[in-house]
């Protein structure tokens, strides 16, 4: 497996609490990217980054935002959880095109639950 | 809007039949495809991508612009290909780089 590492594995809150979900690479791999798995919806893309402090919004970002200091690390935060934010969450990497490599690597996931 | 679709969300074949897995898309570009597959207790890899023409683990997907589909297909299902399977578009058009996947078709192989 290619080295990310998620965290929390497992995460409960309560509605209207702040989450941050961390994503960590060893792979120095330009993209980043947040994903959530729901069941009839496959994944759908949160946010992305293709550098450091280089973001973008993917297909369902509101009540999202993510933030990228370093090359290893890619923050996602919901800044006030509400139910439908309940989802099994997944980084994933990659070299990008410009590295001929298009091919994403994706972490364990994270299973969040909003009560 | 980049879009694919995958319209069976289970499919259910006998052990030795042959599986295939619908996957359209609607791409304004040269599209680049692949098939991401997930199996119980493990992560979400790629199986196979258009470009390399590979055959991995006996499945093959061929291309066609014509009908904008990209199915995925094996002669002969085996049990352990009971898994989660995505189709998936790279999308460079809009700068950076993302990668939008479908919803996904549940296999499930019976002895």
């Known amino acids: 497996d290619a080295g990310i590492t998620q965290s929390p594995r497992h995460k409960v809150t309560e509605t209207g609490t702040p989450v941050t979900l961390r994503c960590h690479q060893t792979?120095?791999?330009?993209?980043m990217y947040w994903y959530r798995q729901d069941p009839g919806h496959g994944l759908r893309l949160i946010h992305y980054s293709y550098g450091v402090k280089d973001t973008d919004k993917g297909e369902v970002s509101d009540g999202y935002s993510v933030s990228r200091s370093k090359t290893e690390d890619f923050l996602l935060t919901l800044e006030s959880a509400t139910s439908s934010q309940t989802s099994v969450y997944f980084c994933?990497?990659?070299?990008?095109?410009?590295?001929?490599?298009?091919?994403?690597?994706f972490g364990s996931g994270t299973q969040l639950s909003v009560l | 809007a980049q879009r694919v679709t995958q319209p069976e969300k289970l499919l259910s074949v006998f052990k030795g039949a042959p599986v295939e897995l619908k996957c359209n898309y609607s791409y304004s570009g040269s599209p680049e495809l692949f098939w991401y597959v997930q199996y119980s207790r493990q992560r979400l890899q790629l199986l196979l991508r258009h470009i390399s023409r590979e055959s991995i683990k006996g499945f093959t997907a061929d291309l066609n612009k014509g009908e904008t589909s990209f199915h995925l297909k094996k002669p002969f299902a085996q049990e352990e290909d009971s898994a989660m399977y995505y189709c998936a578009l790279s999308d460079s058009n809009t700068g950076g780089f993302k990668t939008i996947f479908g919803a996904g078709t549940r296999l499930f192989v019976k002895a």
């Open positions: 792979e120095n791999h330009r993209y």
């Open positions: 994933a990497i990659s070299p990008g095109p410009q590295s001929g490599n298009e091919k994403l690597f």
